[in-house]
């Protein structure tokens, strides 16, 4: 099954009125065809993710006729922060089968600037169990609060330890244009910014953000270097907090490893690594379950700078959801588009590792790409 990203890009992240979603979608797609070298014409195939914003039954058609396209395939997709990977995944389908050669797969929205106040928030809570979690209260970074708290207990650790991902995050942010946030911080701004969900603090949590990102999978690598999408798997545990198995990661734990037999590697032959961010919790937990450090060694080794720009492996050199910004969809998907400039830009072939989830560690899907040199 051979299929290759030829065009990535993504917009800068932040307050951005007042461009709305198809404002945004168009601007990345426009981008990623351009990185492509290809016409609006060539593309015949499309997936669009949500937009919390726009919720629009039919977003692929939408963009389609708002950005000029007459694809053979139009679908919209959902699977919370997975999205970006899910749908990079069925292009990947698509291409191989012969239903399509070109899919654009794109995703974006205002969702900072676009919200009344505190709507984004009541949106989101909605991936609790509506009679016994939402009922009660109950919040995104609720169900966060509640794994972080879990973790540290577990693991004998601090929320300082957490702390150490956020000041990463946030280093990296400072080296990348287009990040929402880009002054440094240290752990003690961590721990000492307001409350949000304890142990997790606002520097904790990605922020809220307009932006919009555009990828194009293709049946061959056009006239440019363009990363192979060697091997992805996905894994479905729950879909509320209260019915996750013992181990909330689990889902996380089998996507990868599923990814890494059909890629026919294992972690420590990873060059770079994209996870998923959300909280600094998120980031904590899918290293480990993804196989790369031990258990509640995650803040240890970001300390030790095992995941530093420079360091050996390094991880969400973008600034991740935490610091470059989180503008749902696209959120996740400026984790591939990060992925995909590093591995073309590598000297010699790399291999990069993506995963991310939708929900609260609901939807696992984890992805590598080879390419470079």
Do not use: W
Not at 212 to 233: E, H, K, M
Not at 299 to 308: E, K, L, Y
């Amino acid at each position: 099954m051979t299929a290759f990203i030829t065009g990535a890009a993504m917009t800068g992240f932040g307050k951005l009125a007042p461009l709305t979603s198809l404002d945004l979608q168009a601007r990345a797609a426009a981008d990623a065809l351009d990185d492509a070298g290809l016409e609006r014409g060539q593309i015949d195939g499309l997936l669009v993710g949500y937009s919390t914003v726009a919720p629009h039954l039919m977003p692929a058609t939408r963009f389609a006729e708002f950005f000029g396209l007459s694809p053979t395939i139009a679908n919209g997709v959902q699977a919370g922060g997975a999205t970006g990977l899910a749908m990079v995944a069925l292009a990947r389908h698509l291409v191989a089968a012969g239903a399509a050669r070109h899919v654009l797969v794109v995703a974006g929205e205002n969702r900072r600037t676009g919200h009344a106040a505190g709507d984004a928030a009541r949106t989101l809570a909605e991936v609790g169990e509506p009679d016994h979690e939402v009922t009660q209260g109950g919040s995104v970074p609720a169900y966060y609060g509640l794994v972080a708290a879990d973790y540290l207990h577990r693991h004998g650790l601090h929320p300082r330890d957490l702390a150490t991902l956020a000041v990463l995050m946030r280093r990296h942010a400072t080296m990348t244009e287009g990040a929402q946030f880009r002054d440094p911080i240290k752990a003690e701004d961590v721990l000492s910014s307001r409350p949000v969900a304890l142990p997790l603090r606002l520097l904790d949590c990605c922020p809220v953000s307009d932006g919009a990102a555009a990828l194009i999978v293709s049946a061959d690598p056009g006239q440019r270097p363009a990363p192979r999408i060697a091997g992805t798997a996905q894994a479905h545990t729950h879909q509320h907090l209260t019915q996750a198995p013992e181990n909330v990661a689990l889902g996380a734990q089998h996507a990868a490893q599923a990814t890494f037999a059909q890629a026919g590697c294992s972690p420590n032959q990873i060059d770079r690594l994209a996870i998923y961010d959300s909280f600094t919790v998120t980031l904590a937990m899918f290293l480990e379950a993804c196989g790369f450090c031990q258990p509640g060694q995650a803040p240890a080794d970001t300390r030790a700078g095992r995941f530093d720009h420079d360091g050996p492996l390094p991880l969400n050199t973008h600034g991740g959801l935490l610091s470059y910004g989180h503008s749902g969809v696209a959120g996740g998907m400026a984790h591939i588009v990060e992925i995909t400039r590093r591995l073309r830009a590598a000297p010699a072939p790399q291999r990069g590792f993506i995963h991310a989830d939708g929900g609260v560690f609901s939807a696992n899907i984890s992805m590598i790409l080879e390419g470079g040199g």
